[in-house]
C-alpha cells in the first residue's frame, strides 16, 4: 500500500516539441525516479495523391443509325445521319463508295456528301465501336445530255450525267420505249455508252430514261432518233486547201445531214 505519491510537470526542453512527466513516486520500499517521456508525435500527412487504380480503359460503344434526312438524294447533296455514339466514326459509304467528305456535328448526329459514285442502298457507317447500317437510300440519276442524238442500231449512244454508277453493267436504260445494253463509260461514272436498241421503225425517236435500283429515274430533256440510213462519207475533193476552200463530200444518205463539223468545228452549210 502507497504510503506516499508526489509528482510535479516539468517545461518542456526546446526540441522535444512536447511536454514531459517526470516526479518521484514514493512507495513502501523505496523510492522510484520516473524518467520522462516525450508525447506521442503527430503522424505526418500523406501526400494527398488519388489511387487511381489499374490504367483505365476507353469504353466504345457499337453506333446505331436511326434516320436519314431524307429518302434520297443526288451526287453532292448532303444528308444528315442521326442515330447514336457516332462521335469516333472513321467512314461513311454509299454502296461501295466512301462519302465525299462528312463531318460529326454530335455524338449523335453527322453530315456526309453522296459521292459520284454512290449506290442506292443501306449507308453503312464505321466507328471504333463497330459498323452499323441505315434504311435504304436512294441515289436519284440526273442526265445532263446525250450524243448523238440519231443513229443506226447498234450506234454507241453517250449519256451524261450523275448517279450512273448503279447501272453500270445492268440494263436499266431506255431509249424510247426499247431497252439499250451498256457498253461502258468513264472511270467517274459520269458517262455511259449504250448501244441504240433494234425494232423501232425508221425515224422513230425517243428520249432516254435512266432507271435505278432504288426506284428513281430519269429522263433526257432530248429525244434521240432512229435511222436507218446512216450517212457514210466516202470521198471528198480537194484533199487540202486554205481557209475558204470548198469542199465537196460524195457518199451515201447525205440528203438528211444537219451540220458538218472539222474537228469539232462546225463548217459554213452548203449545198
Known amino acids: 500500500m502507497f504510503s506516499m505519491s508526489k509528482y510535479a510537470m516539468s517545461r518542456p526542453r526546446p526540441g522535444l516539441g512536447s511536454a514531459l512527466l517526470s516526479g518521484v513516486l514514493a512507495a513502501s520500499g523505496g523510492l522510484v525516479q520516473a524518467v520522462g517521456q516525450p508525447a506521442p508525435a503527430a503522424p ?13 480503359t476507353e469504353v466504345t460503344l457499337p453506333p446505331a443509325v ?5 429518302v434520297s438524294g443526288r451526287v453532292g447533296a448532303t444528308m444528315v445521319i442521326t442515330g447514336a455514339h457516332l462521335a469516333s466514326a472513321t467512314q461513311v459509304s454509299f454502296g461501295r463508295t466512301p462519302a465525299a467528305g462528312f463531318t460529326v456535328a ?9 459521292p459520284g459514285r454512290a449506290e442506292s442502298g443501306p449507308i453503312t457507317l464505321t466507328t471504333r465501336g463497330g459498323v ?9 440519276p440526273v442526265i445532263t ?20 454508277a448503279q447501272v453500270f453493267n445492268q440494263t436499266w436504260i431506255r431509249i424510247g420505249d426499247r431497252w439499250a445494253t451498256v457498253l461502258g463509260g468513264n472511270p467517274d461514272r459520269t458517262e455511259l455508252k449504250v448501244a441504240a436498241p433494234a425494232g423501232a421503225p425508221q425515224g422513230s425517236a425517243g428520249r432516254v430514261t435512266v432507271h435505278t435500283p432504288g426506284g428513281q429515274a430519269a429522263v433526257s430533256a432530248e429525244a434521240f432518233t432512229l435511222n436507218y440510213l446512216v450517212p457514210a ?7 487540202s486547201g486554205v481557209p475558204g476552200t470548198e469542199v465537196t463530200l460524195t457518199g451515201a444518205h447525205l440528203e438528211g445531214v444537219t451540220e458538218v463539223l472539222y474537228r469539232g468545228v462546225p463548217l459554213f452549210p452548203g449545198t
Open 132 to 140: 452499323a447500317r441505315s434504311a435504304p437510300f436512294a441515289v436519284e
Open 233 to 239: 462519207v466516202t470521198g471528198l475533193a480537194p484533199a
Open 106 to 114: 454530335a455524338a449523335d448526329r453527322l453530315e456526309a456528301t453522296v
Open 145 to 164: 445530255g446525250v450524243a448523238p442524238l440519231a443513229g443506226a442500231p447498234g450506234t454507241a449512244v453517250t449519256i451524261r450525267g450523275t448517279g450512273l
Open 66 to 70: 436511326t434516320g436519314l434526312s431524307a
Open 44 to 56: 505526418a500527412l500523406a501526400s494527398m495523391v488519388p489511387d487511381t487504380g489499374s490504367p483505365t
